[in-house]
């Protein structure tokens, strides 16, 4: 952990300061391109022009090192799984994940029968937001994405957390 | 000239010449870094926006519940500036620690003292050294070394590839950018940088300002070598396979996160406009204004200067929103087959033609 | 910093450990950096003794010279040393002594 | 001359210092929870096979040999670029020239030669449909 | 204020001089040869060579620097144990040199030298050109040779390295 | 057509078509040990020329007919196609691969061995394909259970909250 | 120039890699930027397509073809109906047919756009594949308006389709052919004609037709090799026979016949021919007629088993079924033009640059959906 | 040679062109930009009359909703779904009780004890909603906005919320309608259990 993190009493100054911290944060969510199947397809159309997910201050990461949010876009296969799991702890913290779409939140069409999908991605790493639909159309995601960007504006990085 | 004049004002008022030293140098660089910060922030919002304008789209916008990043997003760099601060600093356990952190700190350095020589008007210059431009092309391998170490020194092999790719890049495109500088230093005769641009003075072919891209057709032809060595020098599309995302995730900075991260960021693009400051200086006419005796004040020429640097910087952002990216071994083709014999024909070119002409 | 046999000073341990680096390490590359080092001492000499010794730029212009020897006698080693490396796998300068037939 | 390079002395060590401050206010406000799976080397997603600590085929070896070899050129075009002027208005103009043209040829004889023997190309290699601009090119072994 | 400058700069450039030499690791030896050369370069600005600093820079730094860090990827495996290379006679070595050291430090010390303070020169690269288009005009074309020359053997010899 | 063929297979390869009842029109049904000679034979003949294989579907039959392999092979020159079938013993299924015929085979045979078990003999690199290496069992055989774990991550057989 | 051998690195490119269009995993060895080996590792999209077949019935089965190849799902519901169709014998309404072309041709100028855009991220060049995704939007809407999806769209039943065209929706089609048409030249000019394209694309990773014919390579990929088969002219389904257009096939313009550059060129041109059939169906379109006349009340194909290919715009997409005459099918295999265009692509690819794989990889343009099923 | 200068002169020369469309679209960005600012500005849906037997079934794939008053738990939804994400129970009632009607007037003889939709594994295919005959599980929008408005922004923190509960009946209601089991249907299940 930081060697600032959750040391201050809450005060004024030590809230705005916060505020304007989990401001930046909300405000530029870099995600790292996770596409998986037919929902990372939906993904590029809302990072493309009609959408532009650069409008909210997302902008797209290759390396999990630099990015902030990981949209899992698709079917989770067993064979995947594993990796994101990997993936997700390479990122650097703070870090957030988005199930987009059925497959990831909950295997989706594919859970009845199969074998290799894993049923939910919050199996294997913690889920911010669910966003539902298959493929969750672009408003969807954008509204999941400002969803996050509220939950991450709540966050009071430097304050105690008050019990 | 500034540190100078502060320097006398400053010894008038302290005793110690040392300290008075130490604190103009501070004055003047302490302002540097910061014009370095918001440079980069306003550069990184004009690439975000020009981008966007290029595709069709709108780019960061703040508006709405959530998406507050100021007005048409102008905060949207700040944002990303303060978020990167507040980012984890992973240092990969495989990694050799002390190189990884070092490599920042020497690629930022190498961009950080180049910007010493620039002038930015008549009396904005923090050293004007006698050998001004030579000393740029200098310092400006150090970023090499930054990169070789970075990339290296992360272990891992995105990271190789990038920093193998981009050294050699870097070196082979100095060049043909030193052989174009050279033809500048063959019309004025001075490697200071004020001297250069002093010599730009006035008229040439009656009408056109006297920069010395104008004055033969060789140095038009030395510019576009310059420029294009430039922007290759700066990783830039078409030239960026240092970089290629589709290729090399994040290439030599694959594994960095965070602050560390952003100083590469920063000392890209303040290599962006030292590149384009030197093209400005060197053929552009630095911070005369484009029609001679017009505008001329120091204040305009800080306008002009950072004017014609804005659109020089504009114009790699736009290569970099149109082109593909070349593969390595073209990229290389490109240096030492097209612009090496271009920049060599130059100098030729224009030794002949200000021989017979005499200037 | 005004006294001629400061610089003179800094060249010697300069050049003592390229010395050093030449005779003791076996990497021929490292070889190499030793080489370096001597040959910036020598430099170092040459433009001071032009400093101090009138201002008359012949120290400069050998000091050029050196470094031109130098980037050639850089690139040629490397050159060499990437053969050994080749037909040898090793550039351990002892061995490939050895190894010449 | 002392003033302009203790200017960039100073610009170091603030250099330094510069980047030095905003790591350590990182370190204090920024989360850091080094676990083994986070620091382990990316390699888009899977076990990274192997350091890149290899040896590595540098193509770019041979660029940054000729490289050098110009650089050097080009450092003994500065000066002579700085007195042509001074040369041209003494009348010595075309002599000069001559002397640094002939200088400059003999290093084109040099690129000419690279050229003319590939050395500058990149490519070698065994392709199993190559044809066109790739066509014949010596594969790997021959010379 | 100067010598104190003067002074951090030659520790910078004999400490990483010695790094150089005594690290096992060649590639941290390559790179505090950067630090070396920079301070160097350093002294050069204090002998009044500023364009000397620069060549200094450009050259070692930008060009042999990174043909031997190209030299070193090329030829260490540098994650196995070779890059750790060995110094071997490492005692004899630093005795011959030390004394070598010592002789040389004694001589400079004793000679009574000659010196002819002169003013800063405004323009050095001026003055190099000029000597090099008149006085030392054969040497400069014999330069020229001498870089074909290595192009030319060194590319051979690297084609021949297959 | 395929009664043309299996004519000329019977009379070059005696005993590789397996005799029926009614000789089908749509397929010929072939024993699988000469295959390998058969499937250069159609390949190379000038009057045949089965240049490009489409397809090979593994079939399962169901407990008591066993494992079927079946090919989809079409010509270009000609543009004729036949399908090719050959019934596989339940247990031991070995079938020779045409991976070097076709070299389209090569995956397409992984898949079946992948999916079905059924071993290929003579492919060079007879690995899984789609699964991991580590998967167990034949999944699209219909006596196929799905594994409860793997590599520690649950299969949740019932879903949450839904009893 | 001399080789100046290093190690051998082996590198993973994938699963999560920008450019490998998903979670394709490329394990590749180089020495140095020259690739000498490739082996592509599938498998990380593996969603048990057949074996979810074997569960359902034939009805719920094409929800479940949507999403195997989910870039061009139209062509995918294409080709299923159309097999269990000829299972059945069920001869559907004109109407349909109709719609079923104009749909199917409309969803092959998305895929190609999809495919060409990403392959020009794959090159570098960002803006055409928003300028692509931008045009690809309208067509969405179009299918929206259709179907209500915008991706996946459960349109095309067996016997029939599930809605009637929408009031509007031939107008709008108009005005998009004609918005489109000169799109096609802003492309060009923006990337095919480039001459950085050019040089990165151009006799770089040839296909020769021989070999693409043994890896089983169909669709824009064989035709970019010369070879003129495309089963809508060849093996005439639907009512394709009726149509006027060209199979457009690989010249080697730029380089080689084969090269990536001609797989790129023969999507840009079989855009255009959608373009005319899709206007051409427009035109002909029968207006009356119901779309759900020939639903037949319980889909129950008889004990059999059929192999039909119909023309997606990867290639030729086969749908092998087995039927043992109860409601849902015995088995399904989709036979995926992708995947064996993936497998050809360690044959085409090794010996290349790094660059060059990843070019080539574009080219082949591959869905891993499709692949992995 | 000319080959060289006729390379240079096309990579000028289409560079030039490339980058003149570029700037065009920096330029004319007002009339060329798509971008739909979501939260403030939603697209222009356009008018979705799909006839489908004469029925105005809206096809916007979003939410499914359900109108549990119009259901008669007939279950053929529930049928339809490849995925199973449907989950229909109901409890027969004595003889005799009104249960009401459904607004297409047929008279509901099921009590619907429980209608979930677990719309995380819903693949939105729309099959469900053609067999209903009462038209009560719907996708909304279009010609439905007036049962619901369109509704396809509804993400959530936690998963569970994404299963809906449409079922209303209260304990006390599933109590006054159970009949009690006959004797030996008791025992059968004892037995089996
Ligand atoms: S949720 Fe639907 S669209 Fe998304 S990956 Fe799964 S099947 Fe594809
Ligand atoms: S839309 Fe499809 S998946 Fe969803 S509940 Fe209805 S039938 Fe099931
Ligand atoms: S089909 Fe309609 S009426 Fe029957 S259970 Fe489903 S929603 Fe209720």
Known sequence: MGLLEEKFEDNIIVASFDKILSWARSTSPWFFQFGLACCAIEMMATAASRYDLMRIGMIPRSSPRQADVMIVAGTVTMKMALRIKKLYEQMAEPKYVIAMGSCATSGGPYSPHGYHVLKGVDIVIPVDVYIPGCPPRPESLIEGLIQLQDKIRKERPLTKKSV | MTVDVLIDWLANLVDFPELAFILAVLICAIPAFLFIAVYALVAIYGELKISSFMQDKVGPMGQGPGLHAGKWGLLQPVADALKLLLKEDIIPASADTKLFILAPFIVFIGAFISFAALPFNQNLIIADMNIGVFYILAVSSLGVIGLIVAG?????????????????????????????????????????????????????????????????????????????????????????????????????????????????????????????????VGFLGGWHSPIPGFLEAPGWGLFWFLFKVGMLIFVMMWFRWTFPRLRVDQLMNICWKVLLPMALLNIFGVGIWTVLAGR | MDQLHNYLLIASVLFSLGLFAVITRRNAVAVLMGVELILNSANLNFLAFSRFGGMNFNGHIFALFVIIMAAAEAAVALAIIINLYNNYQSINVDEAGQLKR | MYRDFGTIFVFIILGIILVYVPLLIQKLVAPSNPTPDKISTYECGEEAEGSAWIRFNIRYYIIALIFLIFDVEVVFLFPWAVIFQDFIKEGNGMLVFVEMAIFLLILITGLAYVWQKSDLDWVKRKIAFASGRYKNQKLEGEN | MSSVLFWIIAFVAIGSAFIVVLNKNLFYSAIALVFTFMGVAGLYVF???????????????????????????????????????????????????????????????????????????????????????????????????????????????????? | MSKNLSEVLLEKFPGSVIEMEEIPTDHIPLNGDKWFEIALFIRDEPDWKFDSLQCITGVDLGEENGLEVRYNLHSMVHSHKIEIRIPLNRDKPVVPSVEQVWRVGDWFEREVYDMYGITFKGHRDLRRILLPDDWEGWPLRKDYEEPATYHGIAVPKEKEGWE | ????????????????????????????????????????????????????????????????????????????????????????????????????????????????????????????????????????????????????????????????????????????????????????????????????????????????????????????????????????????????????????????????????????????????????????????????????????????????????????????????????????????????????????????????????VIAILGSLDIVLGEIDR | MSKYFHDLWSAIFSSMVGMGITLKHMFLIRKGNVTLQYPEEKWPRPERKIGYDLKDYNVIRSRLHHNIDDCTGCNKCARACPVGCIKVETMKVPKGTDLGTTSNDTIKRLLVTRFDIDMTECMYCNLCTYPCPEECIFMTGGPNSSKHPLDYEYSEYDRRNLVFNFAKVTQEEIDKYTIPPPEEQQKDEVESS
């Open chain 2, 152 to 280: 290296w020194s992360s272990n891992n092999k995105w990271s190789l590839y990038g920093a193998m790719r981009s050294s050699a890049q870097i070196v082979s495109y100095e060049i043909p950018a030193a052989l174009s500088i050279v033809v500048v230093i063959m019309l004025t005769g001075t490697l200071s940088m004020q001297g250069i641009i002093q010599h730009q003075d006035g008229l040439v072919w009656g009408i056109l300002p006297n920069w010395i891209i104008f004055q033969n057709p060789f140095t038009f032809l030395a510019f576009f070598v310059f420029f294009i060595s430039g922007v290759s020098e700066c990783n830039r599309t078409p030239f960026d396979i240092p970089e290629a995302e589709s290729e090399l995730v994040a290439g030599t900075f694959t594994e960095y996160s965070g602050m560390r991260y952003a100083f590469f960021f920063l000392s890209e693009y303040a290599n962006m406009f030292i590149v384009s400051g030197v093209a400005a």
């Open chain 5, 47 to 162: 002998l009044w060579a500023d364009f000397m600093a620069g060549v200094q820079v450009m050259i070692y730094v930008g060009g042999i620097l990174v043909l031997i860090l190209f030299g070193i990827m090329l030829t260490n495996r540098i994650s196995s144990v070779n890059i750790s290379h060995s110094n071997y006679h490492q005692g004899i070595g630093a005795v011959i040199v030390i004394g070598i050291f010592f002789i040389l430090g004694w001589m400079i010390l004793e000679t009574p030298w000659l010196r002819i303070v002169e003013q800063e020169p405004t323009q050095t690269v001026g003055k190099i050109g000029r000597l090099l288009m008149t006085e030392y005009l054969l040497p400069f074309e014999v330069a020229s040779v001498l870089l074909l020359a290595a192009l030319i053997g060194a590319a051979m010899l690297s084609r021949k390295a297959n």
């Open chain 7, 1 to 356: 120039m001399g080789i100046v051998h290093g190690d051998e690195m082996v590198l993973n490119i994938g699963p999560q890699h920008p450019s490998t269009h998903g979670v394709l995993r490329l394990v590749v060895k180089t020495d140095g930027e020259i690739v000498s080996q490739i082996r592509p590792v599938i498998g990380y999209l593996h969603r048990c397509f057949e074996k979810h077949c074997e569960n359902v019935s034939y009805d719920q089965v094409i929800p479940y073809t949507d999403r195997c190849d989910y870039i061009a799902s139209m062509n995918n519901n294409f080709g299923f109906v159309i097999a269990v169709e000829e299972m059945m014998e069920i001869t559907v309404p004109e109407k349909v047919e109709y719609i079923r072309v104009i749909m199917a041709e409309l969803n092959r100028i998305a895929s190609h756009l999809l495919a060409l855009g990403a392959f020009g991220l794959d090159v570098g060049a960002f803006t055409p594949f928003l300028y692509m995704f931008r045009d690809r939007e309208r067509i969405l809407d179009l299918f929206e308006m259709t179907c209500g999806a915008r991706l996946l769209y459960n349109y095309m039943w067996v016997g029939g389709l599930s809605h009637d065209l929408p009031v509007g929706f031939l107008e709008k089609a108009h005005e998009f052919l004609d918005y489109f048409e000169p799109k096609i030249k802003e492309y060009n000019d923006l990337l095919m004609y480039n001459k950085i394209f050019i040089e990165r694309t151009s006799d770089v990773g040839v296909l020769p037709t021989d070999v693409a014919v043994n890896y089983g390579v169909t669709g824009p990929n064989l035709r970019g090799s010369g070879t003129k088969w495309d089963l809508r002219k060849n093996e005439p389904y639907s009512i394709y026979d009726r149509f006027n257009f060209e199979v457009p096939v690989g010249k080697g313009q730029m380089g080689t016949i084969g090269d990536c550059w001609d797989r790129y060129w023969v999507r840009t041109e079989e855009m255009k021919e959608s373009v005319g059939i899709v206007r051409q169906a427009l035109n002909e379109l029968p207006v009356e007629g119901d779309v759900h006349e020939a639903l037949p009340k319980k889909i129950r194909p008889p004990k059999g088993s059929i192999y039909k290919r119909t023309e997606s715009p990867r290639g030729d997409l086969g749908f092998y079924i087995i039927s043992d005459g109860s409601p849902s099918p015995s088995r399904v295999k989709l036979r995926s033009p992708a995947f064996t265009a993936l497998s050809a692509l360690s044959v085409i690819a090794e010996g290349w640059m790094m660059s060059d």
